[in-house]
């Protein structure tokens, strides 16, 4: 399986933007790039993902290099309760996605 | 719209005892996963369903761990008997669809189990 690298933590002030960091320089042609945050005492829940091409919803927005050997996050106004583990996971085709470690976001008012 | 519900919410049981957890995905999903999530890491998956067939159980220690999903609905998780390294939270997730790698996954809140 394709692995991606991540910062261990990041902070940020409140109502700042925040870029988020990943490093996936094995990614295949076929490997999504997906993101999914975890709030303290919560399960994972979906941010956003994408293929090649930048993506943005309400959540966030997703910046993909040209070579796709890496992505960022970016939360354009980082609030209180965007303080989360963030994940970076690759998926492709009929695969599971393989969660590891993420960066604990902190978000300082 | 009603989210995976996963009961119960915490379990403390002592070492040799038996445990089961309890998911309900969300409605129309077929795709089913239960993830154990260890202090500090991420999620990994345990077992993943397919309606009623479980499709990868390659993670699931199969000499303590069971799983079920009768009907394709609702799942069980059980560990018999639980060991001390069995402490962590068991998450279960559902998904629509069978292309994994754009299906978006959505999680309950887990159940977080201590054994004694």
């Known amino acids: 399986d394709a692995k991606t690298t991540q910062p261990n933590s990041m902070e940020s002030n409140e109502e700042e933007p925040v870029h988020l960091p990943c490093n996936h320089s094995t990614i295949s042609g076929t490997d999504y790039i997906h993101w999914y945050r975890q709030l303290p005492s919560q399960g994972p829940e979906y941010v956003i993902h994408g293929l090649t091409s930048n993506v943005n919803n309400r959540m966030a927005s997703l910046a993909i290099a040209e070579d796709r050997k890496s992505s960022t996050l970016i939360l354009h106004r980082a609030t209180l309760r965007d303080a989360a583990v963030y994940y970076c996971i690759l998926g492709s085709g009929y695969s599971t996605l393989t969660f590891g470690k993420g960066t604990m976001l902190l978000v300082s008012p | 719209e009603a989210g995976v519900v996963q009961s119960p919410r915490y379990k403390i049981i002592e070492k040799k005892q038996p445990v089961a957890f309890w998911c309900n995905p969300i409605s129309g999903h077929n795709t089913l996963y239960w993830y154990r999530q260890n202090l500090g890491q991420g999620p990994e998956l345990l077992i993943r369903y397919e309606n009623e067939e479980a499709v990868d159980d390659s993670q699931l220690p199969k000499d303590r761990f069971s799983a079920e999903r009768l009907k394709g609905v609702d799942s069980t998780l059980k560990i018999q008997p639980a060991e001390l390294g069995d402490s962590a939270v068991y998450l279960c997730?559902?998904?629509?669809?069978?292309?994994?790698?754009?299906?978006?996954?959505?999680f309950g809140p887990g159940t977080r189990l201590t054994v004694l």
């Open positions: 997730a559902s998904s629509s669809g069978r292309i994994y790698s754009t299906d978006t996954q959505y």
